[in-house]
């Protein structure tokens, strides 16, 4: 029994060469196959092999998936579509593989592609033009006062006029050694942070005079490019601007009429992202001159489709050979297959690892622990119930993803036991219930016992799964040196403790269960380290499992977060109502203010609320549940067809 890890089986195929593109063609309709790289199988390196080059055909696949990339990006932008929860209602476009080829090959993406870039380069051209227009009016604007023609200032005989600037800090002393000349004009026709922009009209009798005075005060000269006024010049610089505009303007609205073909592109790139994948999917065989070496996985169930498929493409010239998996090989890849339930947990998993192939699936063991842990650490009633509403109302009115649907029930599932646990603490937004069979505010040491135990029912079942794997691999001494001795020493030790601090244990118990787990302890002494080669090093390796006992004790304290997070949750909302109350005897206005602050006070705490329980429910898993049987670290199985990006494809 595999659990949810779908069985396997291997298969070696031997195609000619000529054949191989129609045999990927038909493989990618199948989907369900996974090829082994062939290149890193040493076993085969003794064989006069070839490795199979890539098609140079990908190289222009590459350049059309970038060219209609970029086409969708840029009318994405211009894309007039719903937004909020009118998108979510109407969803994405769906279709069927086997229509994507045919879809895509209608479409005239080339000349839509073509249209688009051209565009977008021609307002992009526009933008640089008006961007190097305003530098120009920029320039401009501190001479603007000049009512000149700048090309008037050329035609004066006995005067040179000199546009430029100087330290704003120097004004005065400027204005004090020129005060000294006869014949110089000087003025201020703008400043800015830091400088003044002059202008200066100098007779040529003291022109030489003039320009040692301003080199000592760092005068910078100004070259105007323009023959005409300033002001004029800035005009037709805005006038141009304009027109800039509204030719981007024309463009713009061109572009928002080729969104109409964004649907289309997003069908030609999801199907040219398939043919890369499938030219690329050669490069894990092998060859000879004449036959190409194929090897990889499919799913055991589909092995009759898969040998029809290779059947119809091949005209019957190949050879292929079926085998059922072996359950020790680290190169059988992981899909998983679960229960509507299950599913929604399956990235908690993987966020971990996927199991290997000899192991089980652990996403259908974790998930009712998972969502009862996480309902008891949030435990209000209204915290449960808007959880509850506000994920059924996205299952049943919006159009989601599988992906998406499995993230909702994932939360769907935990308001569930939000609920229930409300219900037992009698807790409705921290209000008490008339109904309450647990008080989490006093009866904590209740609660405290409570959350130990179920710490311990999840550990004793972690290990319990351990001695399953070695009872189903035919090791029935594994399963009790490493789960069966930890039982005895575990439950010994617990009812040892018990009865230490209660006179409910009867005497006879007590003293079994020392007997018990002193058995259980010279167990795990005696095969803890049975692996090493002598006895010292197994003696040795035993007594450090026995130290593991600590980490167990770690374990079981570490459940108190179940009593910890739901008192945290609580007494915040029950902080919160107080605010409330208070704010309510104020009269109206209170009235108004006290209910603003209930609704963004208690929506912060089920924030706060939800993503403790995730994380701390993750760690649950991870730590305490997984450190008992699971190692994790399986390859995932890789489809033969690429994960669509803008469409749902079937």
């Not at 054949?19 to 062939?38: A, G, I, M, S």
């Amino acid at each position: 029994m595999q659990m949810a890890i779908v069985k396997m089986s291997k298969f070696n195929l031997l195609v000619f060469n000529s054949d191989r593109e129609n045999l990927l063609h038909e493989l990618q309709k199948f989907n369900y196959v996974h090829f082994l790289d062939l290149k890193e199988d040493e076993s085969l390196e003794d064989y006069d092999l070839n490795i199979v080059e890539v098609p140079e055909s990908i190289v222009a696949v590459d350049e059309k998936i970038a060219k209609v990339r970029s086409a969708i990006n840029t009318l994405s932008k211009y894309q007039k579509k719903e937004t909020g929860l009118k998108a979510m209602q109407e969803g994405g476009e769906t279709i069927e593989f086997t229509e994507l080829e045919a879809k895509a090959s209608k479409i005239d993406y080339e000349t839509i592609c073509g249209q688009v870039l051209e565009l977008n380069s021609k307002m992009d051209e526009l933008g640089q033009e008006i961007a190097k227009t305003n530098a120009e009016i920029s320039e401009l604007n501190p001479w603007v006062k000049l009512e000149t023609p700048i090309k008037d200032l050329e035609l004066f005989k006995q005067v040179e006029a000199l546009l430029g600037t100087i330290p704003k800090k120097l004004r005065q002393n400027v204005e004090n050694d020129l005060s000294t000349t006869e014949y110089t004009y000087f003025e201020v026709l703008s400043e800015d942070k830091d400088n003044l922009n002059v202008l200066l009209l100098i007779h040529r009798d003291e022109l030489e005079k003039v320009r040692d005075i301003l080199r000592s005060y760092s005068f910078s000269n100004t070259k105007i490019n323009i023959e005409g006024d300033i002001a004029t010049e800035i005009a037709k610089f805005e006038e141009e601007i304009n027109q800039l505009k509204e030719m981007i303007f024309q463009n713009k609205g061109r572009l928002e009429n080729l969104t109409e073909e964004l649907s289309s592109l997003q069908i030609v790139y999801e199907y040219l992202m398939n043919v890369k994948l499938k030219l690329s999917a050669s490069e894990n065989f092998l060859k000879t001159d004449n036959i190409n070496v194929i090897e990889g996985y499919i799913p055991t169930d589909m092995r009759e489709e898969f040998t029809q498929v290779v059947k119809d493409s091949l005209n019957n010239l190949y050879y292929l050979e079926l085998e059922e998996a072996d359950k020790d090989d680290e190169n059988v890849p992981i899909l998983l297959k679960n229960s509507k339930f299950s599913r929604s947990f399956q990235s908690i998993t993987q966020m971990y690892a996927l199991p290997n192939y000899n192991e089980i699936d652990p996403t259908p063991l974790l998930a009712p622990f998972y969502s009862f842990f996480f309902g008891m650490m949030v435990a209000d009633l209204g915290y449960g119930l808007l959880l509850f509403m506000a994920t059924a109302f996205v299952l049943r009115v919006f159009n989601l993803t599988e992906e998406q649907k499995d993230t909702i029930r994932f939360f769907y599932y935990h308001s569930i036991f939000t609920i229930l646990w409300g219900l037992i603490y009698g807790s409705f937004f921290s209000f008490t219930l008339p109904i309450q069979i647990l008080d989490s505010a006093t009866q904590y040491n209740q609660v405290l016992i409570i959350s130990i135990v179920f710490g311990i029912i999840h550990i004793y079942f972690g290990l319990g799964v351990n001695g399953y794997m070695s009872l189903r691999d035919g090791r029935p001494l594994d399963a009790l040196f490493d789960v069966g001795f930890w039982y005895m020493a575990l439950t010994g030790g617990i009812i040892l403790l018990l009865s230490a601090a209660t006179s409910l244990i009867p005497e006879g118990v007590a003293t079994v269960s020392k007997y018990v787990m002193i058995v259980g302890m010279v167990g795990i002494v005696l095969t803890g380290g049975r692996s090493s080669s002598n006895i010292g090093g197994r003696l040795a390796g035993g007594l450090y499992e026995l130290y593991g006992i600590s980490s167990y004790v770690g374990d079981f304290v570490s459940y108190s977060r179940l009593m910890a997070l739901g008192l945290s949750g609580g007494f915040i909302a029950s902080a919160i109502n107080d605010m409330v109350f208070m704010l309510f005897d104020l009269g109206i206005i209170g009235i108004i203010f006290g209910v603003i602050i209930f609704i963004i006070g208690q929506s912060f705490n089920l924030f706060l609320s939800l993503l403790s329980a995730y994380v701390h429910s993750i760690r649950l898993a991870y730590v305490e549940f997984f450190g008992k049987f699971y190692e994790g670290g399986g390859k995932a199985f890789k489809f033969l067809r690429s994960k669509p990006k803008y469409i749902s494809i079937k």
